[in-house]
């Protein structure tokens, strides 16, 4: 029953902002009555952050997956973008919470759920001396330049459906900066 409820939530807050959406809006979309949403959740925040622990896990998981394998960093790179591409084209709800309504939440909970989920692809990505042409802060440039590009993409517009081509060309034109780092 959770994971229906976070599905829901999902889907219900296309355009929309967490603040927005009413816990019986969940309970209806999940085809649920009120009190069973309240059985599993405290609040809409609760389920959240629920949804976005089940998204950031996902994803970490196929990266970590992608980056694995033999390849310079840039072919690992790659590797990881066309995973990313292909989990979000098939959990489009789960990518949009993740990289969009996450990044744009004012609640300080999602804020370092997120910053928690970008360190730890940060971590994946960082090996001293490995696949790291400037260390620690490039690495996390490059990642935050990652999720820029994704919230911009997924996140252009409340009824827009994203263009897997336009967030693919998004994150392939960052490849140069995953080869030289920034002087």
């Not at 925040?45 to 996902?58: M, P, Q, S, T, Y």
């Not at 994803?59 to 970590?64: D, L």
């Not at 911009?152 to 060309?169: I, Q, S, T």
Request: hydrophobic fraction near 50%.
């Amino acid at each position: 029953m959770c994971a229906r409820l976070r599905s829901a939530l999902r889907a219900v807050l296309r355009g929309r902002s967490l603040a927005e959406v009413s816990a019986a809006e969940v309970a209806v979309a999940a085809g649920v009555e009120r009190r069973v949403f309240g059985q599993h959740y405290r609040n809409v925040l609760a389920c959240g952050a629920a949804a976005f622990d089940e998204a950031a896990g996902e994803c970490w998981s196929v990266c970590a997956a992608a980056w694995r394998g033999e390849g310079d960093c840039v072919e690992r790179y790659r590797r990881v973008v066309e995973a990313v591409l292909r989990w979000t084209a098939s959990h489009r709800d789960a990518a949009r919470f993740l990289f969009v309504v996450a990044a744009r939440a004012c609640e300080p909970i999602l804020i370092a759920r997120l910053a928690a989920f970008k360190e730890s692809v940060a971590a994946l990505i960082e090996r001293p001396g490995d696949h790291t042409p400037a260390g620690s802060t490039h690495v996390e440039f490059v990642v935050g330049l990652v999720f820029r590009a994704a919230e911009r993409v997924l996140g252009a517009g409340a009824d827009a459906d994203p263009d897997a081509a336009d967030l693919r060309r998004e994150l392939c034109a960052l490849t140069p900066f995953v080869r030289t780092p920034l002087r």
